[in-house]
């Protein structure tokens, strides 16, 4: 808990019971910076944070804030994936309408009608997102939306409401959700009206459960699972590419097993200044018939000597057999340079013939047979990974991890073997 924090808590201690009240209603003294409205020109402010972050109590202030406005706004759009959910989280929720602010300026809710009405007049109704034409006939001038990436009918639901926005001066619309790669996400998150705003579960500890962190948390960090339900980051996979998360993440290690082989794959940039391309590092092993990647310890800015000193570093942190270095840029320079960081270095120079694509096929097959697997925090690489499309690159750029682990991996599994060779 932060200073400020134990400060506010010693102010409360000092004041009566409306004091308090009134102290533990002011959101702005609370509130996070990011779960605060952003300044400037916006339509939509979309909001993507893992589970617990404070998603629904920063909507909930949003709304409360626009009802106490001197003229206040309404009527409101309140839309959850279905009225029970809207009902259930936003309205009544632990960080839902009813829970939030001094007791004398709580709403109404009106039940069978599915409508908030608060003291000074202000109305909020509830919506489905699962019912677009129920937006015909309705007209607000604001709305939150919570968790739109769940939404079944999510852009014909979006459409209808953006046309019923239509009173007030400035009509605006927060959505607080986790991230799902849903073509409504992708389209908001373009969108110049849009402002984005991020918050990771981490960032809520004070008001979670311990047990949550150590049991769900801990178990899920560092996967895909947890980067978006923790983490609120937009993961989503080409749909041509040659590997999916999902398959990935189904194939994960939680041990590590006995090793026969262990290569370092390396795909060397072509220069070294600050904008080259990464130096691709990646080790992997061999489990029987399986393919085991273990780590990657690619680096960008990538200066010689500095990549050639980390492929030793992970040749000797995993006790590996041999490197496997593609030389179509350097040349024998390649091998030099690492040969300069340790002269008995077992190093195969191997050049590229066919173009990534092609030359990754194979490798994706040993995947496709449930042959390869991977260790936990490789997440960089298998974001690499899911966007590498036909064209040879992965999100526009040079797919240096990719190539590393192809190397290492045809190598291992699909190339002629490397004479077991220990030290340097």
């Not at 082989?261 to 590092?281: E, L, N």
Request: aromatic share 6%; with cysteine; net charge neutral.
């Amino acid at each position: 808990m932060s200073n400020f924090a134990i400060t506010s808590l010693e102010l409360l201690k000092r004041l009566d019971a409306d004091g308090v009240e009134e102290v533990a209603g002011d959101w702005v003294h609370w509130a996070r910076p990011e779960q605060l409205p952003p300044k400037g020109d916006w339509t939509t402010w979309l909001l993507m944070g893992g589970r617990g972050a404070g998603k629904t109590r920063a909507g909930s202030e949003w709304v409360r804030g626009l009802v106490n406005e001197t003229i206040p706004v309404s009527p409101i759009a309140l839309v959850g994936e279905t009225i029970a959910q809207a009902r259930a989280i936003m309205v009544e929720g632990e960080s839902g309408l009813l829970r939030i602010g001094p007791a004398a300026t709580r709403p109404k809710f009106e039940r069978s009608a599915n409508r908030l009405l608060w003291p000074n007049g202000a109305m909020a109704e509830l919506m489905s997102g699962s019912e677009p034409e129920r937006f015909r006939g309705p007209q607000f001038a604001a709305a939150w939306c919570d968790e739109l990436g769940k939404w079944p009918n999510a852009e014909a639901a979006w459409d209808m409401l953006q046309f019923a926005l239509r009173l007030g001066e400035n009509p605006r619309q927060l959505v607080t959700t986790t991230p799902r790669p849903t073509r409504l996400l992708k389209r908001l998150l373009a969108d110049p009206r849009t402002h984005v705003t991020r918050m990771r579960t981490a960032e809520n500890a004070a008001n979670l459960a311990p047990g949550f962190l150590e049991t769900v948390v801990g178990r899920y960090r560092g996967t895909v699972l947890g980067r978006q339900e923790l983490d609120g980051e937009l993961i989503e996979d080409l749909p041509d590419a040659l590997w999916q998360r999902a398959a990935l993440e189904a194939g994960r290690l939680g041990t590590i097993p006995e090793l026969s082989r262990i290569i370092v794959g390396v795909d060397p940039p072509v220069t070294g200044h600050a904008k080259s391309d990464a130096c691709g590092i990646i080790v992997a092993g061999l489990a029987g018939e399986t393919g085991v990647v273990l780590a990657d310890r690619s680096l960008k800015p990538a200066r010689p000597l500095a990549w050639a000193r980390r492929v030793v570093s992970a040749f000797e942190e995993f006790e590996a057999d041999a490197v496997v270095a593609e030389v179509n840029q350097g040349g024998e320079l390649v091998v030099e340079m690492l040969r300069q960081m340790a002269p008995h270095l077992p190093v195969r120079s191997v050049h590229a013939t066919r173009g990534k694509w092609v030359r990754a096929e194979p490798v994706a097959a040993l995947y496709a047979r449930g042959l390869v697997r991977h260790a936990a925090g490789l997440a960089e690489l298998e974001d690499e990974m899911c966007a590498f499309g036909p064209d040879g690159l992965s999100g526009g750029h040079s797919p240096d991890r990719v190539d590393a682990l192809v190397w290492a991996l045809t190598e291992l599994m699909l190339g002629r073997a490397v004479p077991r060779v220990r030290g340097v």
